[in-house]
């Protein structure tokens, strides 16, 4: 695929004022939920940094901190994987003889997020299962 739309630029499909209208309001609506994750991940950030300071003061309970770090990264992850998509999205619909170029560029990103996101549960659920002997092993010592 083209770098940039205006290399992309030939006699390709153009959708409709309806299918762009779908298009726009998918925009819409994954522009709202990356707000919400990123919301989401900053607030388990906060969590994260509390409860890892409460953690190196007592020497203990270092399974929730692991825990929130991993559902901070993958909101945040996803947040900004979704906005991205977003922006292409609503690129259709603003732009002329292009769509086809956006469209893809979209589902290249979708394609990373979820890439990426398979991959960070993959390994939040390798730090989970270590986070958990942490903590088995920290009150078995307690």
């Known amino acids: 695929?083209?770098?940039?739309?205006?290399?992309?630029?030939?006699q390709q499909y153009e959708f409709t004022a309806e299918q762009n209208q779908t298009i726009n309001n998918l925009a819409a609506a994954m522009e709202v939920?990356?707000?919400?994750m990123k919301v989401a991940g900053l607030v388990f950030l906060v969590f994260f940094g509390l409860l890892l300071v409460?953690?190196?003061?007592?020497?203990?309970?270092?399974?929730?901190?692991v825990g929130l770090a991993a559902a901070m990264l993958i909101c945040l992850s996803m947040g900004f994987w979704t906005s991205g998509a977003a922006r292409s999205f609503r690129r259709i619909v603003e732009?002329?003889?292009?769509d086809i170029w956006h469209l893809m560029n979209a589902l290249g990103k979708l394609e990373k997020m979820y890439s990426l996101l398979r991959?960070?549960?993959?390994?939040?659920?390798?730090?989970?299962?270590?986070?958990?002997?942490?903590?088995?092993?920290?009150?078995?010592?307690?």
């Open 1 to 10: 695929m083209s770098d940039s739309p205006a290399d992309f630029k030939s």
């Open 33 to 36: 939920v990356a707000t919400l």
């Open 54 to 65: 409460q953690a190196f003061e007592t020497q203990t309970n270092y399974g929730p901190v």
């Open 95 to 98: 732009s002329d003889n292009r």
């Open 119 to 142: 991959t960070m549960i993959m390994g939040s659920l390798v730090v989970l299962v270590l986070g958990l002997a942490l903590y088995a092993f920290n009150r078995l010592q307690g």
